[in-house]
C-alpha cells in the first residue's frame, strides 16, 4: 500500500516571535497582543522600576488571566524580595500561561519554582557564567521545563563580553543543552537597539546557524525581522517535502536510504532534519 503524501496538512506553527512588554504598562499591553507576535511576554524583572513592582503584578495578573494569544509572564528572581508575590500570582493564572524564569542557575531552584507556580511551562533564563556551567542540568531539573535560552545582557556582564562574537559558546552550549534534553532549540534573546534593524537581521542569521529558532523583541518593529529571517523560506519547504516523500517512498520499497535526483542523499538523519523544518512552518509530515 502506497503511503500518504506527507507535507500536505496543516499543523500549528512553531513560535518564532516573543515580545516583551514591561507589566506596568497597561496601555502598552493591549497593544503587544495585537502586534502579531507569536508569544507575548508580560516583564515584572528588569523593565520595571522596584516603586511598581506590585502595581506591575495586578497588571499582568489581569491582562494574562484573560489572554488569548500564548502568553508568558517574567518574574522576578528567585531571592529577590518580590519573588514569592511573583510566584504565588502566576499559580492563580490559568495553567496555560508560562513563566519566564531569570537568572538560573541551580536545578533545585527549578524544582521549587515549579512546585509554586503549578503545572504550567517553565522558561528557563541563563544569565551568569554559572548558570551556563549548569545549562544542561538545569534543562533536565523538572519536567516542566518547556524551554531555556540565554538573557544575554547579564552575561555579558558576567564574562566581560563586548560583543556578539563572545557569546558564540554560550549560544552553541545552550542550544546543545537543549537538544540533550529532549527540548525545544532556544530561541535568541532580545536585540536592544531597535533603531538597527540591518544589524539585527545579521545577528539573527548568525543565531539561526548555530540552531537558536525565533527571538524576543522588545518593540514590535523588530517582529517582522526576526520573522523573515526563521520562518521556513517557500524553497526550504520544497526541498524539506521533497526529502520526507522521498524518505517514505524508499520506505514502500524497502529501502533504508535513498538518493534524490540531483545527487543529495537522504537517511534518517536528514529526514528528522527536514521534519524539523515542516513542524516550524506549520506543515505537517
Not at 503524501?5 to 507589566?23: A, E, H, K
Not at 506596568?24 to 516583564?43: L, M, Q, T, Y
Not at 522596584?50 to 503584578?57: E, I, L, S, Y
Not at 535568541?188 to 537597539?193: C, H, I, K, L, P
Request: net charge negative; hydrophobic share 45%.
Amino acid at each position: 500500500m502506497t503511503s500518504p503524501v506527507p507535507g500536505t496538512g496543516p499543523s500549528r506553527r512553531s513560535p518564532l516571535t516573543w515580545l516583551y512588554v514591561p507589566g506596568d504598562r497597561e496601555d502598552r499591553i493591549p497593544k503587544a497582543f495585537a502586534s502579531g507576535a507569536d508569544v507575548v511576554v508580560i516583564d515584572l524583572e528588569d523593565a520595571v522600576a522596584q516603586d511598581v513592582k506590585d502595581a506591575a503584578r495586578r497588571a499582568a495578573q489581569r491582562a494574562a488571566a484573560g489572554a488569548t494569544t500564548p502568553c508568558q509572564v517574567r518574574v522576578n528572581a528567585l531571592g529577590s524580595r518580590w519573588a514569592e508575590a511573583d510566584l504565588g500570582m502566576v499559580a492563580a493564572l490559568p495553567p496555560h500561561v508560562g513563566v519566564r524564569v531569570p537568572k538560573c542557575e541551580q536545578p533545585a531552584d527549578v524544582v521549587d519554582i515549579a512546585e509554586a507556580v503549578g503545572p504550567r511551562p517553565l522558561h528557563l533564563l541563563v544569565e551568569s557564567a554559572r548558570g551556563l556551567e549548569a545549562a544542561h542540568d538545569l534543562a533536565r531539573a523538572h519536567g516542566q521545563v518547556a524551554t531555556i535560552g540565554l538573557g544575554e545582557a547579564d552575561l555579558r556582564a558576567d564574562l566581560g563580553v563586548a560583543d556578539e562574537r563572545g557569546l558564540l559558546f554560550a549560544r552553541s552550549r545552550v542550544v546543545v543543552a537543549a537538544a540533550a534534553a529532549g527540548l525545544e532549540p532556544p530561541s535568541m534573546s532580545v536585540f536592544t537597539d531597535v533603531r538597527a534593524l540591518d544589524a539585527l537581521r545579521q545577528s539573527c542569521i548568525e543565531g539561526r546557524r548555530l540552531g537558536l529558532v525565533g527571538r524576543a523583541a522588545i518593540h514590535p518593529v523588530q517582529l517582522p525581522v526576526i520573522e523573515d529571517v526563521f520562518a521556513p523560506s517557500a524553497v526550504e519547504i520544497a526541498r524539506a517535502r521533497e526529502v520526507v516523500e522521498a524518505a517514505a517512498t524508499g520506505a514502500d520499497s524497502g529501502r533504508g536510504a535513498v538518493a534524490l535526483a540531483d545527487g543529495r542523499f537522504v537517511d534518517e538523519a536528514v529526514v528528522r532534519q527536514a521534519r524539523r523544518l515542516l513542524a516550524r512552518a506549520g506543515i505537517s509530515s
